[in-house]
């Protein structure tokens, strides 16, 4: 578990599969992660992915890596889980101080009054991950992946 939580700390943009009902969507945004696997990003309510997870709020992610000079050498997570609205003041805070923390350029912007008042409805998002599967070619091998169930 320690090396997928150093992998997710690491990563920056997590591809979001969303659906309700026969729309699906897929949308990439900025992410950052806590010390329990919990993936956080920032987000406009009216975007398309917003609108299916606030009805369906059940998702797929995914993550990868890889270093281009060794196509042996790639790293990623598969996931599910349940994305929901930042709804106290402590998810907000973690959000916005993880979104500041991996986005030095985003923290004069990206302020808990900005959250609480921006114009465009953009809100910290959580995604609370049920399944992961990680796979890392350097620590796994052949074995390739190892899967975790929270």
């Not at 320690?2 to 997590?14: A, D, G, S, T, Y």
């Not at 959250?115 to 052949?142: C, H, Q, S």
Request: proline share 3%; glycine share 4%; with cysteine.
């Amino acid at each position: 578990m320690k090396k997928l939580l150093v992998f997710l700390k690491k990563q920056e943009l997590i591809s979001i599969a969303c659906h309700h009902k026969k729309e699906i969507w897929m949308a990439n945004v900025y992410m950052a992660s806590d010390a329990n696997g919990n993936l956080y990003f920032v987000s406009p309510q009216d975007s398309l992915h917003s609108k299916l997870i606030l009805k369906n709020p059940e998702i797929a992610f995914s993550m990868a890596w890889f270093d281009p000079k060794n196509h042996n050498n790639r790293k990623g997570v598969q996931g599910r889980g349940v994305c929901h609205v930042a709804e106290n003041a402590k998810e907000i805070a973690t959000g916005v101080t993880l979104i500041a923390r991996k986005f030095p350029d985003l923290r004069k912007t990206i302020t808990l009054k900005w959250i609480r008042e921006n114009a465009w409805g953009t809100k910290v998002w959580v995604i609370n991950p049920t399944y992961m599967k990680y796979w890392d070619d350097e620590l796994f091998g052949d074995d390739e992946s190892q899967e975790f169930t929270f």
